[in-house]
């Protein structure tokens, strides 16, 4: 072959990756148009998977994945094989944990500790959906014990610099209205192109803009209907050229560099030619919903969290983006005297990829027919009111201890449930009881990367990793303890680094909330409650931040250097001028990467979620305490009943609120879509019920 063969192959190897991209595309809507139709089969009483695989063109084990409630009984009730061997050498390194509740115990209780577990474990039944992913563990022996270390010379420590705020204009690319500090003016913008919207924010602000938040108008999907994926069509508005500028590459200590592409809140980031000017464009959805308000009304909101703020921390500057906001924020709360003086040092990297891969974030889970009515009596909606700031009181701190099945089972009973309150995260072997009948309680892996699902069918058995308060809650639960085998687990000492952070934000949010009940102008009273919702997303994105993700890197490569494509990357976009990829790169020496704070946070609210008390009055909340068959799903921090509850809302965080709802029959949902639809129409009827309950700051 010579050169000239060599290009023509490669300008014919370019035109099927268009044309496979294109067929892709058309593949994902066909088969997602499958999926829901197969759902929608399922609502049928006398639905019959092996009769839908054959007509879907699926094997049987993707129905039961698309459609769980279609799962023959053979199949879910199917115990019957021996455990493998594998299996086997986990369950002779077991410990099983008791009710707490319990006073005495005896030998033959299965719910009682034993000093030494070495019978065959229960062998697990079938997945409730589709074939799980298995989570990792913890190396035996001394590899094993190597993880429970620190990363050397990386800690969190106070900063020793002041923040620098930067020019901010907020626009709206549907009206064009811009408003910088006071004034409001109104832009001409014949398309809503990148390059447009920095000539004109330029050319009005000559003096020089560094953030442009866009308010309404989203001028990244302008041409989503010319691309197969919303992503694609945010990649190629990102990156399309403009005169005078290119993609910053960063400057000083904020090493922000290169565009993020989010579908839907971008980062672009700029700079000009000749490195005078360097700019952002993002979204003020990072923040908040605006819910139409006009920019002027946006902007208030941004200067009353300001002022909001400085009353906690007089050097708080709000930066980009609320997580980077809320971890700034709490750099600053870190002592500098006394214990932690020296920092909060950061974990193993070991321990870190543990807890990315076994610490699941909110609980997103939809019940269908037959577990819930085909026509619900009604469709209540609960929303924990800043939920994530009732579960920083208490956070791990130090170098966790590993606990192994027989370390556990040498202790007290005592010292074991005091260990199960504590900070811990415990790999476990898990059994539904025989006569449970409510929602699932314990995460397990799904199939789908950091799915988890909530098995409930009695005599299930999984293996899955979960936290102190998820683990107390399956033992201590209103209804019958669950049994719990430890296998392995990771114990911290109990701390407050999160405590004096949270405190603060806490009564910025209160004064905030107080504004938007008070203030005698509305628009100030709708920009005080944007403001307050500015305050939550500064601790649940700051929450997120900890978690520290592996970091994945988005470039950039001229289509006639394509050879220059890492090799180990995944082309996401490309256009006839450039190719769009991105590529992971593991984990950053990042001095604030806490996940084992953000972990127990999580576990705290997915246990509350199911069950929480109300010291005040001694009353409980909670899916775990409304009737079987009346949970229809969970949302992060929201639950949908089919009856109302009487939990008590007195405003604080953690608080169940009555968000929405829709008096009956309703269709029973069975996609996300439905769902959502349903909640929007809850909320604006209970929105004009007489006697609606105050709205969520």
Request: with cysteine; glycine share 8%.
């Amino acid at each position: 072959m010579d050169a000239k063969a060599y290009n023509a192959m490669l300008a014919d190897l370019r035109r099927d990756r268009d044309q496979i991209k294109k067929a892709t595309a058309t593949l994902a809507s066909l088969q997602d148009a499958r999926d829901k139709k197969i759902r929608a089969l399922a609502g049928y009483e006398k639905a019959n998977a092996e009769r839908i695989a054959p007509a879907a063109g699926l094997g049987l084990a993707d129905i039961v994945r698309i459609a769980p409630a279609l799962t023959p009984a053979s199949l879910a009730d199917d115990t019957s094989r021996p455990p493998t061997e594998e299996e086997a050498d986990r369950g002779r390194d077991t410990q099983t944990v008791q009710d707490p509740r319990r006073t005495e115990s005896a030998p033959t209780d299965p719910q009682a500790p034993a000093q030494a577990d070495s019978q065959e474990p229960t062998p697990p039944s079938a997945p409730e959906a589709g074939q799980a992913r298995e989570l990792p563990s913890i190396p035996q022996g001394p590899q094993g014990d190597d993880w429970f270390t620190h990363t050397p010379n990386l800690a969190s420590t106070h900063p020793n610099f002041t923040q620098q705020a930067r020019s901010t204009v907020f626009l709206d690319t549907t009206t064009g209205i811009l408003v910088h500090r006071d004034q409001t003016l109104r832009l001409t913008l014949p398309d809503t192109a990148a390059a447009t919207i920095l000539q004109a924010v330029f050319h009005t602000i000559p003096e020089g803009t560094e953030r442009i938040f866009i308010t309404a108008g989203d001028p990244w999907h302008h041409q989503a209907d010319q691309h197969p994926f919303l992503k694609d069509a945010v990649a190629a508005w990102l990156n399309a050229p403009i005169p005078g500028w290119r993609t910053d590459t960063g400057r000083g200590k904020d090493r922000m560099a290169g565009h993020f592409i989010h579908p839907r809140n971008p980062v672009g980031r700029y700079q000009s030619d000749n490195g005078q000017y360097h700019v952002e464009i993002r979204s003020v959805g990072e923040w908040f919903d605006p819910e139409g308000a006009d920019p002027t009304v946006v902007r208030d909101a941004f200067v009353h969290l300001w002022k909001a703020l400085r009353t906690h921390w007089n050097d708080a500057v709000l930066m980009g983006s609320p997580s980077q906001t809320g971890r700034d924020l709490w750099t600053r709360t870190i002592p500098t005297r006394g214990q932690h003086a020296d920092g909060y040092p950061v974990l193993s990297e070991e321990l870190r990829g543990l807890l990315h891969a076994t610490a699941g974030q909110g609980r997103t889970e939809l019940i269908t027919p037959p577990q819930v009515p085909d026509k619900l009596p009604a469709l209540a909606e609960y929303d924990r009111t800043f939920a994530y700031a009732k579960h920083t009181w208490k956070s791990p701190v130090g170098t966790p201890r590993r606990i192994t099945a027989a370390t556990f089972a040498s202790w007290s009973e005592k010292d074991q449930i005091k260990a199960l309150y504590g900070c811990g995260h415990w790999h476990v072997r898990v059994t539904v009881p025989d006569t449970w009948n409510h929602v699932g309680i314990l995460p397990a892996p799904a199939p789908g990367d950091r799915a988890w699902h909530y098995p409930a069918k009695p005599g299930t058995t999984f293996t899955t990793w979960a936290g102190g308060p998820e683990i107390h809650t399956a033992l201590t639960n209103p209804i019958t303890p669950w049994h719990i085998e430890i296998i392995d687990g990771l114990l911290w000492d109990d701390g407050k680094p999160l405590d004096d952070w949270s405190k603060k934000l806490k009564e910025a949010w209160s004064s905030l909330a107080a504004q938007a009940d008070l203030h005698g102008d509305p628009a100030q009273r709708h920009a005080a409650r944007l403001a307050s919702r500015a305050v939550r997303s500064l601790l649940l994105y700051g929450i997120g931040a900890f978690a520290q993700r592996p970091r994945i890197v988005t470039g950039t490569t001229p289509r006639t250097m394509e050879r220059d494509v890492p090799a180990d990357a995944e082309i996401i976009g490309f256009t006839d001028e450039q190719i769009t990829w991105q590529r992971p790169t593991g984990f950053s020496r990042d001095p604030n990467a806490h996940p084992e704070w953000a972990a127990a946070i999580w576990s705290g609210a997915r246990a509350a979620l199911l069950s929480q008390r109300h010291r005040d009055d001694n009353t409980y909340a909670g899916a775990l305490h409304a009737p079987p068959g009346s949970v229809v799903a969970f949302r992060t921090d929201a639950i949908y009943l089919t009856q109302p509850q009487a939990w008590p809302y007195r405003g604080q965080p953690g608080d169940y609120l009555h968000k929405g709802h829709l008096a009956g029959p309703v269709a029973a949902p069975t996609t996300e879509d439905e769902l959502l639809a349903l909640r929007d129409a809850g909320r604006a009827a209970l929105q004009q019920a007489p006697t609606a309950t105050p709205r969520e700051a």
